[in-house]
């Protein structure tokens, strides 16, 4: 293993790939790469630098999920860890195919939906919303997933969701295949009714 020259990033001559780095910070390693990449950083001034700007980095995307108003696939982990934390998480679970009552209120921190899905086999998943007619909206390409996991968990952005009118939104979970070609694997309507404003909403909780 070849000692780095000095301390500023960049002189590292195999620099371990920021992908690695984010992995190595959440423990998403296997053993043995684990061990390569920290006998590398014991090493390595120029990644250490690194490994300290991707942990700022994941501390930040960690709050901004946990201040709720982004859009993202979450592991079942962040959800039970924000509760532990004291969070309000808010969840629906529509069976694939069915669909669901929802709403918000002002005590709600995050939201969350559970979308069950047979992800055995899929390597590349999209997540699609649509309107009531159909018409897409909003497409998160090539999601997270854990193909063991029987489906995912869906943040939605409080922010979007505390403001929206009462509507219907379906999520639908793809699969793609080499050639592109399209495969359903769930479909999941929510029907939201929108938050009640003023004080009425502190009163019915
Ligand atoms: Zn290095």
Redo the contacts with the bound molecule.
């Keep these: 293993m070849k000692q780095?020259s000095g301390t500023e990033p960049g002189n590292?001559p195999?620099?371990?790939d920021a992908a690695v780095l984010v992995d190595y910070w959440l423990s998403a390693l296997a053993a043995l790469e684990e061990e390569a990449v920290e006998e590398?950083l014991l090493g390595?001034d120029?990644?250490g630098a690194r490994l300290r700007e991707v942990i700022a980095l994941a501390e930040g995307v960690r709050s901004l999920a946990r201040g709720g108003s982004l859009r993202l696939v979450v592991t079942p982990e962040f959800v039970q860890c924000v509760q532990r934390d004291g969070l309000h998480v808010r969840q629906y679970a529509p069976p694939p195919g069915g669909s669901v009552q929802c709403t918000v209120t002002a005590a709600d921190d995050i939201l969350i939906g559970r979308l069950a899905a047979n992800l055995v086999g899929a390597s590349r998943v999209d997540l699609c919303f649509y309107d009531e007619h159909g018409v897409e909206q909003h497409r998160m390409p090539d999601i997270p997933i854990n193909p063991g996991a029987g489906g995912i968990v869906y943040q939605e952005s409080m922010t979007f969701a505390k403001a929206a009118p009462t509507s219907t939104l379906i999520a639908r979970l793809v699969t793609l295949d080499e050639a592109g070609a399209e495969r359903p694997l769930g479909e999941y309507t929510f029907h939201h009714t929108r938050s009640l404003p003023g004080p009425g909403a502190w009163l019915s909780v």
């Design positions: 780095a590292c195999n620099p371990v590398h390595c120029s990644c």
